[in-house]
């Protein structure tokens, strides 16, 4: 099996899917998300965006907060979706085979990345 370098990763994004009558609560976590760690919070978009099948804000993080992040993550989704994949330049290997869920795995549209 070969190796890969955490070279090749030169950051990560979460998505935090959510359905519009819990909006509030995605919000709330987006602020505490904010509070707690070094990242960069996308916009709020209440509707499907790009490869992502429901509302969803993006969270971008470096791959130094990955180990604080992502065990947060795990147990404070507040019942969410939340996608996370890396950004190695393969965009549709970064979201088709190198990501992960938390809490409800909802699958993403890969046609929207070609």
Request: hydrophobic fraction near 45%; glycine fraction near 8%.
């Amino acid at each position: 099996m070969e190796t890969v370098g955490s070279d090749v990763i030169h950051g990560y994004h979460a998505h935090i899917n959510f359905d519009l009558e819990v909006r509030d609560t995605a919000v709330a976590l987006r602020e505490e998300i904010g509070k707690q760690f070094d990242v960069i919070l996308g916009r709020v978009w209440d509707k499907p965006i790009g490869p992502h099948l429901k509302s969803m804000f993006q969270v971008a993080f470096g791959p130094n907060e990955f180990s604080k992040f992502v065990p947060w993550l795990m147990v404070n989704h507040q019942g969410l979706a939340i996608f996370i994949h890396p950004e190695t330049g393969d965009e549709v290997a970064d979201h088709r085979d190198n990501a992960m869920w938390i809490n409800e795995k909802l699958g993403v549209d890969l046609s929207a990345l070609d």
